[in-house]
């Protein structure tokens, strides 16, 4: 997977790859940083003249675009602006990545993971056969269960430690274990950032919010090899600098503000089936209900900061108690149920045009996790490691299915 030796071809055309989803992502970043919000368009809609498209679309091609993506179809769509069709373009090109070949779970072990979970754990083990013979101990930040790092330590043959700050996580992953070679240590990662060595093969798998660039940056401060999935950006405390530099200068600016991170987290087209899709509508048609209720009681937030703090799954329960947690996480008096009753209207009014605006900046959320990903890679170049960036398993198996991998050149 690794070239066996840094070639100068192998390094032009990574850095290459980076500079044009460096320049694809500088050429929409006010799309990325705007979300709908209201019924009124966003800024970079009517800025591009894409709005008149957008509002005249069908209610059911909207809904094909939301299920496929936009991307999928507009190039085919006899009224969509060329500007529109120019950055589908463009972003199908810097997101298109090498795809690892497909692993069997055959061989892990079932206790407790699910099919997908194990043949996720299978693609990771098969990505790391260029590093392990660098190793002499696995590190697995956000081991969660351990099922990682269980199945590394039996394929490898090498000791592997799994780092979770979840007690009740990781005391589950020990209960699994039934070899000598693995443990489980209770842990912050940065906190025992300083034990790893050069001689650790740090790993993460659906490694997320700050994680997986501590463990690019651990791994780089050891001279250790790496290989991480990410997921979740946004569960971070502010938003993301970019690692990489430009002769000393942060990747042309690139910092993410917190409210976009959490895009590369969405999935742009979907093959769940229609009940699971009409099911995301109503959770999505909730969350504008729960924001303009917050906004009629007097506190408003903006979109996306509705749901801070309370678990995603209450967006598919009923409204009145969704509210009412809000309001009493914010301190607020009860809502009454006129209030309720009242923004669930308006919200549904709103989500027939927001989920149009919606259409183009969705068809932005792989840009924005690749773009992260090659960051990193960026990075683990700049300081003199080899890399490979690839898609390791298909979306139906997990949508969050980028590796980086870096061994020391
Ligand atoms: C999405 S889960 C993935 C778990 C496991 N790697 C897997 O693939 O099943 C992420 C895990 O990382 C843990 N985690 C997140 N940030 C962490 C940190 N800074 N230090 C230690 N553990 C962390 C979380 O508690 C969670 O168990």
Redesign the pocket.
């Known amino acids: 997977m690794l070239p066996r030796r840094t070639t100068d071809d192998a390094r032009t055309i990574a850095d290459a790859t980076f500079e044009r989803a460096c320049a694809c992502l500088a050429s929409v970043r006010d799309i990325v940083e705007e979300r709908a919000n209201g019924q009124a368009p966003p800024r970079w809609c009517e800025a591009r003249g894409w709005t008149e498209f957008l509002r005249a679309l069908r209610d059911d091609a909207v809904t094909v675009l939301e299920r496929d993506g936009l991307g999928a179809h507009v190039e085919l769509m006899a009224d969509a602006p060329a500007s529109l069709v120019a950055v589908a373009r463009e972003v199908g090109r810097a997101t298109t990545l090498p795809r690892a070949t497909d692993a069997s779970a055959h061989g892990v072990a079932k206790r407790r993971a699910s099919p997908r979970?194990r043949t996720?754990v299978a693609s990771f083990a098969r990505l790391l056969e260029g590093l392990a013979p660098h190793a002499s101990r696995v590190v697995?930040?956000?081991?969660?269960?351990g099922?990682?790092t269980r199945h590394l330590a039996q394929e490898l043959g090498l000791v592997a430690e799994g780092?979770?700050?979840?007690a009740a996580?990781a005391r589950v992953a020990s209960s699994l274990v039934s070899d000598g070679n693995t443990r489980f240590v209770v842990?912050?990662?940065?906190d025992l950032q300083g034990a790893i060595t050069s001689a650790d093969l740090v790993v993460?798998?659906?490694?997320?919010?700050?994680?997986a660039d501590?463990a690019v940056e651990g791994a780089v401060a050891a001279r250790a090899s790496v290989a991480i999935v990410a997921?979740?950006p946004q569960k971070r405390a502010g938003g993301r600098a970019p690692l990489s530099s430009t002769n000393g200068a942060p990747a042309r600016d690139l910092t993410l503000p917190h409210a976009a991170l959490g895009l590369a987290n969405v999935r742009d087209g979907d093959t769940r089936v229609e009940t699971h899709w009409a099911d995301c509508v109503d959770s999505r048609v909730r969350r504008i209900a729960l924001r303009r209720a917050l906004l009629a009681a007097g506190h408003p937030v903006a979109p996306g900061e509705e749901m801070r703090g309370i678990n995603r799954r209450r967006a598919s329960g009923p409204l009145l108690d969704l509210v009412t947690r809000a309001f009493v996480m914010r301190g607020l008096p009860d809502p009454s149920p006129a209030l309720v009753f009242e923004s669930e209207r308006e919200a549904r009014e709103e989500h027939q045009l927001a989920r149009r605006w919606e259409l183009p900046r969705t068809m932005l959320a792989r840009l924005v996790e690749v773009w992260i990903a090659l960051d990193r890679a960026a990075f683990l170049r700049q300081s003199g490691y080899l890399t490979d960036v690839r898609e390791l398993f298909g979306a139906e198996v997990s949508p969050r299915n980028v590796a980086v991998v870096g061994r020391p050149a």
């Open positions: 979970k996720q697995d930040l956000g081991s969660g269960h099922h990682l780092w979770e700050r979840d996580r842990a912050e990662a940065r993460g798998l659906h490694a997320c919010g700050e994680l501590e997921c979740c």
